[in-house]
Every structure is written in C-alpha cells, then in structure tokens.
C-alpha cells in the first residue's frame, strides 16, 4: 500500500465540538479503510471507501474520498466521551490485495 | 464466531530470551496479517500471509523476526533473541479475499510484549 500522512497527531476537545483527522497521500490511492482504536483495545473497521468523491455517512461521522483520490477525511459531529480513541487510516493494495498500510493515526480526547 | 485470538495476552521477559507469539484466524479467512505498535511508529505491517503462504515480510525488522503459518488455523511469529527495543503490542488481523473490497481486517486483542 502507499504511504498515508495523517494529521493532526492529537486533538482534544470539548464534549459536543466537532473533529476532524485527515488522511493524505502524495500518490493516488486505489482505496481508503478508517479504524478506530479504543484506549487499550484493537482497532475496529469503520467503514472502507473505493469511489472518487465518495461520502458516507454513520450516524455521526462523516467519511470522505477526496476527488482525485489523494486524500481522506473523518468528521464526527458533536463529539460525545464515547468518541475517545485513535483513528486510523489505512490503504490496502488495490488490485494487489492485502498490504493494508496505517497512517500515524490521530489521537483524540473528549473533555466532558 | 470468536473472532482472531492471540496469547498470551501479555509476556514479559528479559532481554536474549525467545519469545513466540500465538493467533488463530478467524475460520474461514485466507489472509492473516502480523502487526506492531509502539508510539514512535505507530501500527507497523511486519509480515503478511495468503492462503498459509507468507506474502511480503519486507516489514520484518531484521533476522531475529520469523513467522510461521503451519496450517489455515494457526500463526506463530517468533523473536530470538528478544531485545528491549522489540516491546510493543502485537496485533493479529485476518481477512476474507473474497470479499474486497468490502472486507475488512479483523483484528485480535493483542498481545503486550515487554523486554526487561
């Protein structure tokens, strides 16, 4: 997989403010998976997107594929204490399956 | 199901000791993953197998890493001699092929490894 930046390395807020991590690549990506890492825990498939401008949607997170596949974002809207984890980014391989590579990962605390 | 299963849960030793490290896949799955996480480097591909296969091991840091995959249900990855630099959290992942690109990585819980 190609390599992916991820960004901001930390962020804290407070309870009901929005968060955003994004995910970038210097080279076209086939495809983009997020995690999520609870402190202490493994990290937990969130959602995988594949299509130019694609955006999902679960419940309050927003994911997005950037036009030209270069780069990635999660938004979590009104953040609540459950939201407290690391979020990943990773690309997989395209047609060459399997080399799932992480970004740096963003940490990110919930003052309530 | 269970899920992927690793043990131990957590190893301490001390630095020249071998250390083997165990994860059961999730049946059914053809691809099993080796991970490290520390801080510095956040999560690391060490090796990766298709089919019991290893696939790439280019993430392996150096000859005292090897993985096994002897059989579809059963990983080993394995360092001797240990040193403190290797303490990290292993994680195991697998997934199903047949799936992409909607399938994604499973992971087991990991097993804490501190070199004294």
Redesign the interface.
């Known amino acids: 997989g190609q390599q992916v930046m991820q960004i901001p390395q930390y962020q804290h807020v407070q309870e009901g403010e929005d968060f955003t991590t994004y995910c970038n690549s210097s080279t076209t990506l086939s495809?983009i998976?997020w995690?999520k890492q609870r402190p202490g825990?493994?990290?937990?498939?969130l959602i995988?997107l594949?299509k130019s401008g694609e955006v999902k949607k679960q419940k309050r997170l927003t994911f997005q594929f950037g036009e030209a596949k270069k780069n990635s974002s999660l938004h979590i809207t009104a953040t609540q204490t459950t939201d407290v984890g690391t979020y990943?980014c990773g690309n997989?391989g395209g047609t060459s399956?399997?080399?799932?590579?992480?970004?740096?990962?963003t940490i990110l605390t919930v003052h309530p | 199901d269970a899920g992927v299963i690793q043990s131990p849960r957590h190893e301490v030793t001390e630095m020249g000791q071998e250390v083997t490290l165990r994860c059961k896949p999730i049946s059914g799955h053809d691809y099993l993953f080796w991970y490290r996480q520390t801080m510095m480097r956040g999560l690391e591909l060490l090796i990766y197998f298709n089919n019991n296969v290893p696939i790439d091991d280019s993430g392996m840091p150096e000859d005292r890493f090897s993985a096994k995959m002897p059989n579809a249900s059963f990983s080993t990855l394995k360092i001797q001699p240990s040193e403190p630099r290797d303490s990290a959290v292993y994680f195991c992942a697998s997934s199903f092929r047949a799936g992409w690109p909607n399938s994604p990585l499973h992971f087991g819980n990991g097993t804490r490894l501190t070199v004294t």
Do not use: E
């Not at chain 1, 825990?41 to 498939?45: L, M, Q, S």
């Not at chain 1, 399956?97 to 990962?105: A, M």
């Open positions: 495809n998976q995690y825990g493994h990290p937990v498939f995988q594949v990943f997989a399956y399997g080399k799932l590579t992480f970004g740096q990962g």
